[in-house]
């Protein structure tokens, strides 16, 4: 297993050194295979926090940041302790087929997304909704994608701020992530904290080496295989819930 955590997450680290985002969507999706998603959203609090730290603050403005999309943060703090959703703990509940639904739609959002609209006017009252959406999303599916991600790519930020933006509402949910995993802990928990633990070093040389590979690799095609393949990471999840 130890091998298995150290290639997904260095897998993972690259693909979001180079795009600013996938680490838990690729995480939770691969890990998954191997393993319930709520043991695999324990494994991934350590190193999407590192990662998601080092996406926030590489730059400056945080403040600025979290003074914009305070209402967003506040809404993915009140979804993730009052998720309208069953959450990753409710064993009775096919959490799989939640989260491959949402890779699914996350990769066709990613290939056929061309412009979206600008959402900006509506900042005001839409940053709470898509807030609460994604807080109580992360508890169930261990990830914050839809809608949290195409939604702040519709407000037409700068490339630098985008970033930054996803890099916030990635800390956020990945704090409430581990508050939630605090008060729900698994059973055989000192096994995954070493994993989890042995996890942040790939991580780490995962988006370093992805960062020096962005300019190198042309990134609109990476982007389409990249979402290519968490179409059909999150298709081949479903299909193994409905063929049970």
């Not at 064993?91 to 066709?108: I, K, N, Q, R, V």
């Not at 807080?135 to 490339?159: D, E, F, N």
Request: charged share 10%; net charge positive; glycine share 10%.
């Amino acid at each position: 297993m130890l091998g298995v955590v150290i290639a997904v997450f260095t897998v993972a680290g690259m693909i979001k050194g180079m795009l600013g985002l996938g680490l838990p969507a690729v995480s939770m999706g691969l890990l998954s295979l191997w393993m319930s998603p709520f043991h695999a959203a324990s494994l991934l609090v350590l190193p999407s926090m590192l990662t998601n730290f080092w996406q926030l603050f590489a730059e400056g403005g945080v403040l600025r940041l979290c003074k914009r999309f305070w209402s967003l943060i506040l809404g993915i703090i009140v979804g993730a302790y009052w998720s309208i959703f069953p959450t990753l703990n409710h064993h009775d509940f096919p959490s799989e087929a939640l989260l491959g639904s949402m890779l699914a739609l996350y990769g066709l959002y990613g290939l056929y997304a061309r412009q979206l609209p600008n959402f900006s006017k509506h900042e005001a009252y839409l940053s709470p909704i898509v807030g609460y959406l994604g807080g109580a999303l992360t508890v169930a599916t261990g990830v914050v994608v839809i809608p949290v991600v195409p939604y702040l790519q519709s407000l037409q930020l700068k490339r630098d701020d985008l970033v930054q933006s996803l890099g916030l509402a990635f800390t956020v949910s990945t704090l409430c992530l581990a508050l939630f995993l605090y008060h729900n802990p698994v059973d055989d928990f000192s096994v995954l904290n070493y994993l989890s633990w042995a996890a942040l070093l790939p991580a780490v040389l995962g988006m370093w080496l992805g960062t020096r590979l962005r300019h190198r690799i042309a990134e609109a095609k990476f982007r389409r295989l990249f979402f290519y393949g968490l179409c059909a990471l999150g298709l081949y999840m479903l299909s193994g819930v409905f063929l049970k």
